[in-house]
């Protein structure tokens, strides 16, 4: 008998993460309150060392062997920057800038309300050991921590309300207009979190390198046609990518970057649409597998489970009262607020691809990474349950 080759293995492997959660969602019919996207990452955190590894951990090192698991975060990688570039592609600030005393107003306490009561329970965390990473300092954790729960998914936003039939809707340009501004200002503290000052040379060269290049980018851009536009757009995030990680920012911060410079009507609306069907279809279940296959429970479970609810907490009451200021201020319809502000809290990719970036940099450890998955994935879990009612309370004068 022949040994088995790490391709195979890796086939192996590939066939269980697509396999598995398709299963689950199709045979369960989960998808009013747990999306495939949810029953990927769900997999991913199963069949990851805390519980497979942790059961049958024979089966679980010849499946998920270094070797694997370096494929598959390498395809994961590439996989989460090509749906960053398109979420920053997607970004339109124009509608925000034209209706900016609303937007401000909405988005300043939609998002800094939930990073306060983040921040506060942080500090908790910080009271017991286990939780910050070896190269997190308070400032940071508490930051990181805070902003994670403060976190609105976009893309995953843009799904559930396609699913809802809003979208395209006043009120659904409206929460895209909220998300949008928080989207920016996610990237950007999280940019502030990770300044390494022996590095600093670096990033503020990479900053005035992107600038520079970005001018040349659109001249580019708008010279060619779009079918070539397609090619230059992938050339331009690898060296995005590269730049910010050479520099110490994290690859993720440059493929955000990357694609907040190229406008969305360079390309044709349903092609981006096909390109993001698909990136979630083929690649992102690598990346919820790569990104379970890093959850731990290493200070006990019951405590990775209590964090995980006292982060939701936070993130969900801070969300809803953010959102309900800002109704009150405005003076929105009655129940506008409600349902505004549980979409704004779906969580999902976002947060997470933000709490890789803070495991990455050791700001937090597995521990709080596995708290914030999992409060993630609830967060997610209840935006559909929780919308639909009020979404139907409104429809008649929203949609009428």
Request: hydrophobic share 60%; with cysteine; net charge positive.
């Amino acid at each position: 008998m022949h040994p088995v080759s790490t391709m195979e293995v890796f086939l192996i492997a590939m066939t269980i993460i697509f396999c598995i959660p398709f299963l689950i969602w199709r045979l369960g019919r989960t998808d009013y309150f747990a999306p495939l996207v949810v029953v990927q990452i769900l997999t991913g955190i199963v069949l990851g060392p805390g519980v497979l590894g942790a059961v049958l951990p024979g089966y679980y090192h010849f499946v998920f062997s270094p070797q694997v698991v370096q494929i598959l975060t390498g395809l994961g990688g590439w996989a989460v920057m090509l749906f960053v570039l398109i979420a920053g592609i997607e970004l339109d600030l124009s509608q925000a800038w034209a209706n900016r005393r609303e937007s401000g107003i909405t988005a300043g306490l939609a998002l800094g309300v939930p990073l306060v009561f983040g921040a506060l329970t942080a500090l908790g965390m910080l009271r017991f050991p286990g939780w910050i990473g070896l190269q997190g300092r308070p400032w940071q954790f508490v930051t990181g921590v805070g902003m994670a729960c403060a976190v609105t998914a976009l893309p995953i936003l843009i799904l559930l309300m396609e699913k809802l039939d809003i979208l395209r809707r006043p009120i659904g340009q409206r929460i895209l207009r909220y998300a949008s501004l928080d989207d920016i200002a996610i990237w950007g503290v999280l940019a502030l979190v990770l300044v390494d000052w022996e590095r600093i040379g670096r990033q503020v060269g990479f900053l005035v390198a992107f600038a520079a290049a970005c001018l040349l980018l659109r001249k580019l851009m708008r010279a060619i046609g779009e079918r070539d536009r397609w090619y230059v757009m992938l050339i331009w995030l690898a060296l995005c990518a590269f730049g910010a990680d050479w520099s110490g920012l994290h690859f993720m911060v440059g493929a955000f970057l990357a694609g907040v410079v190229i406008d969305a009507h360079w390309f044709d609306q349903a092609d981006m649409d096909r390109l993001r069907h698909n990136v979630l279809l083929v690649m992102m279940p690598v990346f919820f597998l790569s990104t379970g296959l890093r959850t731990e429970w290493n200070v006990g479970g019951a405590a990775v489970f209590l964090a995980a609810l006292a982060l939701l907490v936070a993130a969900v009451a801070g969300k809803l009262a953010g959102v309900h200021l800002a109704g009150r201020l405005l003076k929105w319809k009655p129940g506008e607020a409600s349902l505004i502000g549980w979409l704004l809290q779906t969580k999902a990719l976002i947060m997470i691809i933000f709490a890789n970036i803070l495991l990455d940099k050791a700001i937090i450890t597995s521990a709080t990474f596995t708290a914030l998955l999992l409060m993630a994935v609830m967060s997610t879990m209840l935006t559909t349950p929780m919308a639909t009612p009020r979404l139907r309370r409104l429809e008649r004068p929203l949609l009428g």
